[in-house]
């Protein structure tokens, strides 16, 4: 045999070699067990399977289980493990805020009648529910709206200190940054609408706000301006102190058509 052949030959089982021990390889890799995937630990969340609007009582319908993940399941959600019988516990309460489809149902959201009126049962602790008469000019128009914030603003007429002079104009606000409960009977926004004309709202006051508007009633007239709903978590003092008059601040007064700047003293 020549050199030549001997060597394609050699050349040829090397070859043969290589492949063989690669499709080996390939076969072992094949059989090894694939590696465990990590669970993901997962509850039973009670959601809302509808919407659930603001005063809405609620109903076994309205109510399903949801599987969630236990690191995102928040400790105030109610869960099957804990209180399997949540949902029947949970019927008949009503909305004191709206759920959307899908949100974890949460207690503090909702109360329990007990025989009580709506409006009754909505009302945090220590406040009060008052109406008053608007119309569609002091109202901004219908645009405002149950679970929106405005500040009422009393205008009155005052006689003028000179003897036949004209009579001026003043305005204030006297209660800023209030929450409304109600327009006419209406304690929440209706599909589709954007606006609500009535002819009454019914505003959440503390008590001495309650008698700062039954005053305010009898002194002139009430108008109601809405508020951004930036202004939902507003603090409290700052809303008081948006209600407190500023030394040097500037009252615009209209006189036979005629505007004028006063300024006011402390």
Not at 49 to 54: C, R, T, Y
Not at 239 to 246: G, M
């Amino acid at each position: 045999m020549k050199t030549a052949q001997i060597a394609v030959l050699s050349i040829a089982l090397g070859a043969g070699g290589i492949a063989a021990w690669l499709a080996r390889g390939t076969d072992d890799t094949a059989k090894m067990p694939a590696q465990p995937v990590a669970q993901l630990q997962t509850v039973e969340v009670l959601v809302a399977k509808n919407e659930i609007g603001l005063g809405q009582s609620v109903k076994s319908d309205d109510l399903q289980w949801q599987t969630w993940p236990s690191a995102a399941a928040s400790g105030s959600f109610i869960k099957r493990g804990d209180r399997p019988d949540a949902n029947k516990q949970i019927t008949g309460m009503i909305a004191r805020a709206p759920f959307i489809a899908g949100e974890p149902i949460r207690e503090p959201k909702l109360v329990r009648a007990d025989g009580s009126g709506f409006m009754a049962a909505i009302l945090p602790t220590g406040m009060r529910a008052i109406s008053t008469e608007i119309s569609a000019e002091t109202g901004a128009g219908g645009f405002i709206l149950p679970n929106d914030r405005v500040d009422v603003i009393l205008t009155r007429r005052e006689k003028s200190a000179d003897k036949g002079g004209p009579d001026i104009i003043n305005s204030e606000i006297i209660l800023p940054n209030v929450r409304v409960l109600a327009i006419d009977q209406a304690p929440k926004e209706k599909e589709g609408q954007n606006a609500l004309v009535g002819r009454t709202v019914t505003l959440e006051l503390k008590p001495e706000q309650a008698e700062t508007l039954a005053r305010a009633r009898q002194a002139g007239t009430l108008s109601l301006a809405l508020r951004s709903i930036a202004d939902l978590n507003m603090a409290e003092n700052n809303a008081e102190e948006e209600a407190a008059p500023k030394k040097g601040a500037s009252i615009n007064v209209v006189r036979y058509g005629v505007q004028s700047s006063t300024t006011t003293q402390k």
